[in-house]
Nanobody, 120 residues
Framework: QLQASGGGLVQAGDSLRISCAVS????????MAWFRQAPGKERTFVAG???????YYVDSVKGRFTISRDNAKNTVYLQMNSLKPEDTAVYYC????????????????WGQGTLVTVSS
């Protein structure tokens, strides 16, 4: 089970950290990712973190977002800095085994989403 939290309403330029707690699985064996879905748009990949802790980001968030994981707490984080109105979306955490992929269909396990709203 994946449980996302930490979303909220912030202003452009602010920072926010969202979290995803994982239960019932061997967290350290999973590759974790964050996706987001803006109103009326498809769900898209934002960032992923491999089991060894190395991250991968979509170009639009590089340098602003940082994904991290705490295997002792079974939690993955997404630190979001310099937020923009176009970052407004429901953010979903997801998990899979093996290699990092950026497509929705590649992830069998999903959290319920947390809403991030960035006002201008």
């Amino acid at each position: 089970q994946l449980q996302a939290s930490g979303g909220g309403l912030v202003q452009a330029g602010d920072s926010l950290r969202i979290s995803c707690a994982v239960s019932g699985r061997t967290f350290s064996s999973y590759l974790m990712a964050w996706f987001r879905q803006a109103p009326g748009k498809e769900r898209t990949f934002v960032a992923g973190i491999r089991r060894n802790g190395s991250g991968y980001y979509v170009d639009s968030v590089k340098g602003r977002f940082t994904i991290s994981r705490d295997n002792a707490k079974n939690t993955v984080y997404l630190q979001m800095n310099s937020l923009k109105p176009e970052d407004t979306a429901v953010y979903y955490c997801a998990a899979r085994e093996n290699i990092l992929v950026t497509v929705v269909t590649g992830y069998p396990y999903w959290g319920q989403g947390t809403l991030v709203t960035v006002s201008s």
